[in-house]
Nanobody, 122 residues
Framework: QVQLVESGGGLVQPGGSLRLSCAAS????????IGWFRQAPGKEREGVSC????????YSAASVKGRFTISRDNAKNTAYLQMNSLKPEDTAVYYC???????????????WGQGTQVTVSS
């Protein structure tokens, strides 16, 4: 059974940090881009970050650049999103997915996790 399972979300104060994990099962993550989207209430889904399967290069949205770092551990079939200097506007459900692009010609379509809630509030 193909699955992406996110963990690590929660409530954190502004300026704090969280690390999200995305564990893949039922397929080998090595061959896929892996990344994160987020969706806040009443807002459209936003691409946050993506890491390439081919060369490890990354894409990050301007809103998180310099604060969030994406990484992958293919031996553990897991990806991570380290989030530092969190702001209230980072509050959203964060989804892990193989449906993300670093390069224009990356394929579309893929797997999605069920999401994990991140709330940044004092």
């Amino acid at each position: 059974q193909v699955q992406l399972v996110e963990s690590g979300g929660g409530l954190v104060q502004p300026g704090g940090s969280l690390r999200l994990s995305c564990a893949a099962s039922g397929f080998t993550l090595d061959y896929y881009n892996i990344g994160w989207f987020r969706q806040a209430p009443g807002k459209e889904r936003e691409g946050v970050s993506c890491i390439s399967s081919s060369d490890g290069n990354t894409y990050s949205a301007a809103s998180v650049k310099g604060r969030f770092t994406i990484s992958r551990d293919n031996a553990k079939n897991t990806a991570y999103l380290q989030m530092n200097s969190l702001k209230p506007e980072d509050t959203a459900v964060y989804y892990c997915t193989t449906d993300c692009k670093v390069y224009e010609d990356d394929p579309v379509g893929g797997y999605w996790g069920q999401g994990t809630q991140v709330t940044v509030s004092s």
